[in-house]
């Protein structure tokens, strides 16, 4: 699975979904994009997950895809799982 980390979220996160091709904003060239224009540019990259801790996120795009709502899911299961994990954001 394609995984992009946003710019909020720590890079070492990466170790922890190493079985997943993942990428940082800043590595992917997304660095200070904001929230719908990252979700866009991730979309058009082909990532499947973009991974924020930004609260309320979903509600600052429009819904404009299924492919947008499939990755805010996508990402939240992801977050839970890393936390489960014993990862957590400092």
């Known amino acids: 699975m394609r995984v992009l980390l946003d710019e909020c979220v ?6 922890y979904l190493a079985e997943h091709e993942c990428q940082t904003a800043r590595y ?8 719908g224009q990252l979700l866009t540019a991730a979309e058009a990259a082909k990532f499947e997950v973009l991974l924020t801790v930004d609260r309320g996120f ?9 492919r947008a709502r499939s990755s805010e899911s996508k990402a939240a299961e992801v977050k839970r799982e890393a936390n489960f994990g014993g990862w957590h954001h400092t």
């Open 10 to 15: 720590s890079e070492g996160l990466r170790n």
């Open 28 to 35: 992917a060239g997304f660095a200070g994009l904001e929230n």
């Open 58 to 66: 979903e509600y600052q795009q429009p819904r404009t895809s299924s």
